[in-house]
C-alpha cells in the first residue's frame, strides 16, 4: 500500500509540474534604452509583449526583465501584467508585483511575484516595468534588448511612457527591435480534485511512517 500510494502521489506531481511554462527573453543585444526613472524624472513605464503558451486558466506567477542599475540610490519599481489592446498594452492591470530595486551595475534579471490570474492559451500580453507608487528615488535604470523573434516568433515589441500623470498615461513611442528583454514563469491552478488526491497520497504516507516508527 505504501509504495502504491507513493507512486500515485509522485505521478501526480510530476504531472502538475510538467506543465509549467517559462518564457525568457535574454538581453542578446546587451542594454538598451533611455533610463527607467523615478515619477517626473523621466520614462516612468517600460512594456513588452509575449504571447502565452501554456494552458487556458493557468496563472502567471513571476515577472521580471534584466536591468542595470546607472547609479545613485536605486528607485523602486513593480511589474505588471497587462492585457492587450490590439497588439498595444492596454491600462487593464491583471497582476501586479511588491516594489523592489536592483543596485547592481551588471545586467541582471530581477523578478517579482505576481498576484493571482488567469491566463489564455495563444493570447497576448504585456510585462511592465512601473516606477509609478514606488519611493522615487533618484537612481534609474536601463534594461536588456532582445532581438525581435530570435528566439520566440512572437513579433515581441516595446512600448514606453513619460507620462507624469501616473500609470495609465498615453504610452509616448513603440520599438520592434530591439525589444525589452523579459521573463515569465507560469503555472497551472490546481483544481480541487488534484489537490484533495495529493493530499490523501501526502496523508498516507505520513500515517505509514508513523506506523513503522
Do not use: C
Not at 507512486?7 to 527607467?36: C, E, H, M, N, R
Not at 504571447?51 to 546607472?70: C, E, Q
Not at 523579459?182 to 505509514?208: D, K, Q, S, W
Amino acid at each position: 500500500m505504501f509504495k502504491k500510494t507513493f507512486i500515485f502521489a509522485f505521478a501526480l506531481a510530476a504531472t502538475f509540474s510538467q506543465a509549467y511554462v517559462v518564457i525568457d527573453k535574454t538581453p542578446d543585444l546587451g542594454a538598451f534604452w533611455l533610463p527607467l526613472s523615478a515619477p517626473t524624472a523621466g520614462t516612468e513605464v517600460y512594456t513588452n509583449s509575449f504571447i502565452f503558451t501554456g494552458g487556458t486558466g493557468d496563472s502567471a506567477t513571476v515577472a521580471g526583465a534584466y536591468m542595470r542599475s546607472l547609479g545613485g540610490t536605486p528607485t523602486t519599481f513593480q511589474f505588471l501584467l497587462l492585457a492587450d489592446n490590439s497588439n498595444s498594452p492596454s491600462n487593464s492591470i491583471l497582476a501586479s508585483s511588491a516594489y523592489t530595486s536592483t543596485s547592481s551595475t551588471d545586467l541582471v534579471l530581477v523578478t517579482g511575484a505576481l498576484s493571482t490570474n488567469s491566463l489564455v492559451n495563444g493570447s497576448r500580453y504585456w510585462v511592465a516595468l512601473s516606477t509609478w507608487g514606488g519611493d522615487g528615488a533618484a537612481g534609474s535604470y536601463q534594461v536588456g534588448g532582445h532581438t525581435q523573434n530570435s528566439i520566440y516568433n512572437d513579433n515581441g515589441t516595446f512600448w514606453y511612457s513619460n507620462a507624469d500623470s501616473g500609470f495609465g498615461g498615453a504610452y509616448d513611442g513603440q520599438n520592434l527591435t530591439p525589444e525589452m528583454a523579459i521573463y515569465v514563469e507560469a503555472a497551472p491552478v490546481p483544481e480541487p480534485a488534484t489537490m484533495a488526491a495529493l493530499g490523501m497520497g501526502a496523508l498516507a504516507l505520513i500515517r505509514r511512517k508513523r506506523k513503522s516508527a
